[in-house]
């Protein structure tokens, strides 16, 4: 089976543990306001070409991204929203498996939980993202709804896969107390501990209304992290 | 004697650098060995280059003594009892220290400090205050970034302790090196790369490869020079190849006729040396580190060092100018470099020399890190700054040399600060370089006070003291400062 890639990088040290190879997979279900990778949004279709993605079989693309194997403790798949295309994501990561490659996943959770379950099943840890707690904020947000996201969250908390769950913090237009509230809440419900990466909004790069909005302060920043950590969460990380 | 009136009125030199500097002239005004003519136009271009050994060698350029041996046996000499605590041990070694010999007059191994002192460590402030103050000693009194510590393979308390001690001292002296075996515990790996990444050490040294090429018997010295314990190496002379290549614009003339020639040539030079040292200076009959079989001269070998590989393949490369046909870019490249080493390294093997002892008669291939007055010319077989390629093709590319160097050759990675926050990072990468290859490698953080020049370690804030004309405590800030100024060393790419 084939499908779409945008890039391999084959060194990363800010995508989980240690040193990883990332494959970034083309498209995404979200439309985040304050999206970064814009150009991994579009999802490819005869209709809808899009420049510098790659078609490729799921064996080549494990060959391609294990060229620096003996470097590397695994491979982090992400996007765009990798679970955009779940049957090829789920072919590669059968194959990364079958070599003994450990693999995790970077995911916004938007996805059938029989789907995710199925995915699991092949996967070492998830790094999540929860963008916002309140249903209308992600809808604002991101353009869906986040039942998904919470309901394979848990799940994924259950099981024990989850590796970091992250929040992007945005001053003015969200609520962002009320997601690391609810948020650390739920994680510190499992015997589970994981850690929290609070994530400093930044307006490099953002495109529109967005470019208004400044970074959180550093007081502002600390502020949540103790509302994390007096709900039990020991590892809070803001970068 | 202007030579002499210019050290005395230096006006940046200390004391000591005075001192050294005098003897320097004084044994550089004699000349008793026997060199060619050949070998002297060699010398006078540049090609040959002793690195300032002096012109009549009374005392082996590295030396690396047992100190194990030192420690259970004590000294006669110094008339010192073997160590029952601690402050014993410690002040043992620093006594033995400023007895021990080199081309700098600052002994260039100083023991794999760890096993030393363990025995006597506890896990308490008492022992972490005592060993701080052991290094701190050193460096302020070993005023040389030649000299070198070892730690590992095994964890340690004592290695431990001499980690948090550098990651708060931030001290250029020792240069530090931890033994990474496959056994070395992952976290007593995780303490060593935080501390180079605040500080640019220790390195870390391919422990199976170093004990396969010195039956397990091996000190690091200096820079990153792998020699036997209880011996050490009479001497190093380098052969600039890029120089060699300016000469010559056919690759074949060079690396058939014009290199061996120079080689041997070389070849001759060390024999020099060796010779003089062994039969007509009484270092090895008198000097009391033999006596009491600290050193053994059957453990000595010598060290035939390279330079500016990477300008002599590019000199010989058609359109040189787009980076992508260069060396660590280009196969073509790369395997002009594989050959100019392969052909020195028959070379070295076909010529031998009894005195050389620890090796079978042969000199040892070194890659050489350079000095501060080397302009466009590279250490060793480094890809040049500038034409680093990414991290993942970098290190294989490098790694392909290490297997002929067993007395030296080394890589050096810059990081960004952000990897502070992920050292198992640069501990995936260590790993891997190993199992492709790699003998030496060598990580720091790019907010470093402490950087790594090429093999040596110097602090930016005593290069800043010279720069403004005032003296500086240790010798090798000068050689920084050259080398910032002429080798770009702080512009190597940053890896993210």
Redesign the interface.
């Known amino acids: 089976m084939r499908g779409y890639l945008r890039k391999i990088i084959p060194f990363s040290s800010v995508d989980g543990p240690g040193n990883r190879t990332a494959i970034f997979l083309q498209g995404c279900n979200f439309n985040c306001l304050y999206c970064h990778n814009p150009e991994t949004i579009d999802i490819v279709s005869p209709d809808n070409p899009v420049d510098n993605v790659q078609f490729l079989e799921a064996d080549d693309l494990v060959e391609k991204s294990l060229e620096y194997k003996d470097f590397i403790r695994g491979i982090t798949i992400s996007g765009g929203e990798c679970t955009v295309q779940i049957e090829f994501l789920i072919e590669v990561c059968k194959k990364f498996k079958e070599r003994d490659v450990e693999v995790y996943i970077d995911t916004n959770g938007h996805l059938s939980l029989k789907s995710f379950k199925e995915l699991s099943r092949y996967v070492d840890k998830f790094m999540f993202d929860i963008k916002a707690w309140d249903v209308h904020e992600h809808l604002k947000l991101t353009g869906v709804g986040n039942d998904k996201v919470i309901e394979n969250f848990k799940y994924a908390m259950g099981i024990g896969k989850i590796f970091e769950v992250r929040t992007v913090i945005v001053p003015k237009i969200l609520d962002n107390h009320q997601t690391v509230l609810e948020v650390s809440r739920l994680v510190a419900s499992f015997e589970d501990k994981i850690r929290y990466k609070l994530i400093k909004f930044r307006n490099k790069g953002v495109v529109g209304n967005m470019k208004e909005i400044n970074t959180p302060s550093d007081k502002y920043m600390s502020k949540l992290k103790t509302v994390a950590l007096n709900n039990g969460i020991e590892d809070v990380v803001i970068i | 004697m202007n030579k002499i009136l210019d050290i005395i009125k230096n006006p940046v030199l200390t004391y000591e650098q005075r001192v050294l500097s005098l003897a320097r002239a004084a044994e550089d005004s004699i000349n008793v060995l026997n060199i060619s003519r050949e070998t002297q136009a060699l010398r006078d271009e540049g090609v040959i280059c002793d690195l300032f050994e002096g012109h009549a060698p009374y005392r082996p350029r590295y030396i690396v003594p047992d100190y194990e041996k030192f420690m259970k046996q004590g000294s006669r000499f110094l008339d010192l009892e073997p160590p029952v605590d601690l402050h014993d041990a410690i002040n043992n070694l620093l006594i033995l220290y400023k007895h021990v010999p080199s081309i700098s007059s600052f002994p260039v191994y100083i023991g794999n400090i760890d096993k030393l002192l363990n025995p006597f460590c506890k896990d308490d402030e008492e022992s972490y205050r005592a060993i701080k103050r052991f290094l701190k000693h050193i460096d302020r009194t070993i005023t040389d970034s030649f000299c070198h510590a070892n730690i590992g393979p095994e964890d340690s308390l004592a290695g431990r302790l001499i980690l948090r001690a550098e990651r708060e001292l931030k001290n250029s002296i020792p240069n530090l090196t931890l033994k990474l075996s496959e056994d070395t515990p992952k976290e007593f790996v995780l303490e060593a790369i935080n501390t180079a990444l605040v500080t640019a050490k220790p390195s870390f040294a391919n422990h199976r490869m170093f004990s396969e090429d010195f039956s397990g018997d091996y000190g690091i010295a200096s820079c990153y020079n792998g020699l036997n314990i209880g011996g050490g190496s009479y001497t190093l002379v380098r052969m600039n190849l890029y120089k060699l290549a300016l000469k010559i614009d056919d690759f074949n003339n060079y690396l058939e006729v014009e290199l061996p020639k120079a080689a041997l040539c070389m070849l001759d030079y060390l024999d020099q040396r060796v010779k003089f040292l062994v039969y007509d200076t009484p270092f090895f009959k008198n000097n009391f580190l033999v006596k009491e079989n600290l050193i053994n001269i059957n453990k000595f070998t010598g060290m035939f060092g390279v330079l500016g590989l990477a300008e002599a393949v590019n000199h010989f490369v058609e359109n040189s100018e787009d980076l992508k046909n260069r060396f660590g870019h280009s196969q073509d490249a790369n395997a002009m470099g594989i050959k100019i080493i392969e052909k020195l390294e028959s070379i070295v093997k076909s010529h031998t020399l009894e005195e050389l002892y620890s090796s079978e008669g042969h000199y040892l291939l070194h890659s050489q890190v350079g000095i501060d007055s080397d302009l466009d010319t590279s250490p060793g077989c480094r890809i040049p700054i500038g034409d680093e390629p990414?991290?993942?093709k970098h290190?294989?590319q490098a790694a392909k040399y290490h297997k002929y160097f067993p007395s030296g050759i080394g890589d050096i990675f810059s990081f960004d600060s952000?990897?502070k926050?992920?050292p198992?990072?640069?501990?995936?990468?260590i790993?891997?370089?190993f199992?492709?290859g790699m003998r030496y490698i060598s990580a720091y953080s790019t907010d470093c006070d402490v950087i790594r020049i090429t093999g040596y370690l110097v602090k930016r804030s005593e290069i800043e003291k010279l720069q403004r004309g005032e003296t500086a405590l240790r010798n090798t800030a000068a050689l920084g400062m050259g080398a910032l100024e002429n080798q770009r060393i702080l512009e190597r790419k940053v890896?993210?």
Not at chain 2, 424 to 429: E, G, K, N, T
């Open positions: 990414e991290i993942y290190v294989v952000t990897v926050k992920n198992s990072y640069v501990l995936d990468i790993k891997g370089a199992r492709n890896r993210y």
